[in-house]
């Protein structure tokens, strides 16, 4: 089973950019498909990104399209979100997640970093 960890949360000011990683460990991210989650205090967790296993096709939440940017790097067995021109309300906290390709469900899911963003 693979395990992910996430980093590169943290507090900045609206208008700066962010990237977060997912690391995985105990198994190659090769045969996985990627997603980024979020979750804002008192609202449910929603899709953000994500990217097929093979890094050909990527898919965002339609507010968040041109903003936010999900990479994935297969030597390096992680994931990436590149989050640019952050607002107030992208505060969350931000969950990797990984499924099986033929699945519909993200079934491994990393701790999650909170983004603060202040005005």
């Known amino acids: 089973q693979v395990q992910l960890v996430e980093s590169g949360g943290g507090l900045v000011q609206a208008g700066d950019s962010l990237r977060l990683s997912c690391a995985a460990s105990g198994r190659a991210l090769a045969g996985y498909d990627m997603g980024w989650f979020r979750q804002a205090p008192g609202k449910e967790r929603e899709f953000v990104a994500s990217v097929s296993r093979s890094g050909a096709n990527t898919y965002y939440a339609d507010s968040l399209k041109g903003r936010f940017t999900m990479s994935r790097d297969l030597a390096k067995n992680a994931a990436f979100l590149e989050m640019s021109s952050l607002k107030r309300e992208d505060a969350a906290v931000y969950f990797c997640?990984?499924?099986?390709?033929?699945?519909?469900?993200?079934?491994?899911w990393g701790q999650g970093p909170q983004v603060t963003v202040s005005s």
């Open positions: 997640a990984a499924k099986i390709p033929t699945q519909i469900e993200f079934v491994v």
